[in-house]
């Protein structure tokens, strides 16, 4: 059984981007209020006398996007400071990174995962749902300037999208080469978004590999905490490319996360609700702390069949929440 010990944390459930295949502009989005988040106080004793008691020790922030929420910093500094965090880490939309990224860094945050789907600011617009086409800069000097206080790895998410910037796999791949980047692409999964899952909804990784083998080669890689992703290295780069292959393959062997959304609820498996648990509603209830970890653990001892009941089923239970509510 794969220990389970890697959490994904969603500080918030708004963003203030509108990604196509995240939260279109045109759905009908709704978003929690400030009293149903999880507020700091709770989040911290959550991960101190819950989670961390039970098996976990890295984790993940993310969201929506977790640079909006207004003390990011300080929950960066309250739990890189705890001696049982093994690795933290953050994934941004980059947007606001640019002022961020040194009192990021200077809080404890070493990885980050940035997201950027072209290098075009006109497609890049189009994504993001920009219609001034001047976010794609703003994010660009976010990444450099992450780059320059020293996170390492720097990881930059691109999720492939037919027809709009498939075209640009080889741009996007060849920022690894003189830069410690490393470039993830991640195949488009139809997540509370399915009508944009049009015919041909995804490219798989492996017609991206094929790319750049026959351009650059490709030989095996390595980069810390890749994950579910298959690391790869064009030859002679200083970055690696990672595929994450959701949708042409199955990696719920391999799986050692949950989530834990910005209400509050622990997720096991990305794609499933079974056996979801709601850690703010039970925090709220005054119950003791030794309740929730007993909760968490049954929880932990059930995942396996959870994530196997998802792929035997190939069912599409998933798909009512975005990434954004689930905490991506
Ligand atoms: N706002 C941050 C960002 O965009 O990086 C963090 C949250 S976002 C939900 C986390 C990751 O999920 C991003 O890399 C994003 O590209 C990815 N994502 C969102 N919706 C997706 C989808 N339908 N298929 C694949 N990846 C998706
Ligand atoms: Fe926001 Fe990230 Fe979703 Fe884009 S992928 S809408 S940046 S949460």
């Known amino acids: 059984m794969n220990l389970v010990d890697y959490l994904r944390v969603s500080l918030v459930d708004r963003c203030n981007f509108r990604c196509q295949y995240c939260m279109p502009e045109d759905a009908a989005l709704q978003f929690l209020q400030q009293n ?21 020790s890295r984790f993940r922030l993310t969201g929506g996007e977790p640079l909006i929420r207004p003390d990011v910093v300080d929950i960066v500094g309250e739990i890189s400071a705890l001696p049982q965090v093994q690795d933290l880490s953050m994934t941004t939309n980059g947007f606001l990174l640019e002022d961020r990224a040194a009192a ?6 070493r990885r980050l995962n940035i997201s950027l789907d072209s290098l075009n600011p006109e497609t890049f617009g189009v994504i993001v749902g920009d219609r001034t086409q001047k976010r794609w800069q703003k994010v660009w000097s976010g990444i450099q300037a992450a780059y320059e206080v020293g996170f390492n790895p720097l990881k930059l998410n691109v999720v492939v999208i037919p027809g709009v910037n498939e ?3 080889l741009d996007l791949a060849a920022l690894s080469i003189d830069r410690q980047w490393h470039i993830r692409f991640i195949e488009f ?8 899952f049009g015919e041909r909804g995804w490219v798989p990784s492996e017609e991206i590999r094929q790319q750049i083998r026959e351009r650059w ?5 390595f ?3 890749n994950g579910p992703a298959d690391v790869f290295q064009i030859p002679g780069a200083q970055g690696t490319l990672g595929f994450i292959s959701q949708m042409s393959e199955c990696f719920c062997d391999r799986c050692n996360r949950m989530r834990l959304s910005a209400d509050g609820w622990l997720r096991p498996c990305l794609l499933n ?37 998802e792929r035997e089923s190939g069912t599409d239970s998933t798909y009512g929440r975005t990434m954004s509510q689930i905490g991506g």
Do not use: C, S
């Open 189 to 196: 999964m139809p997540i509370g978004n399915a009508e944009l």
């Open 167 to 169: 075209a640009e796999v």
């Open 217 to 221: 080669g490709l030989n095996p890689g």
């Open 273 to 309: 609700e079974t056996g979801q648990l709601d850690l703010k509603t039970l925090l709220r209830a005054g119950h003791k702390m030794e309740v929730l970890r007993d909760r968490v653990q049954n929880l932990l001892l059930l995942k396996p069949e959870i994530n196997y009941k």
């Open 223 to 225: 980069v810390k905490g």
């Open 36 to 56: 149903e988040l999880l507020q700091t106080e709770e989040l911290l004793t959550l991960l101190k006398q819950v989670m961390i008691p039970v098996g976990f």
């Open 104 to 109: 990021l860094y200077d809080a404890g945050l």
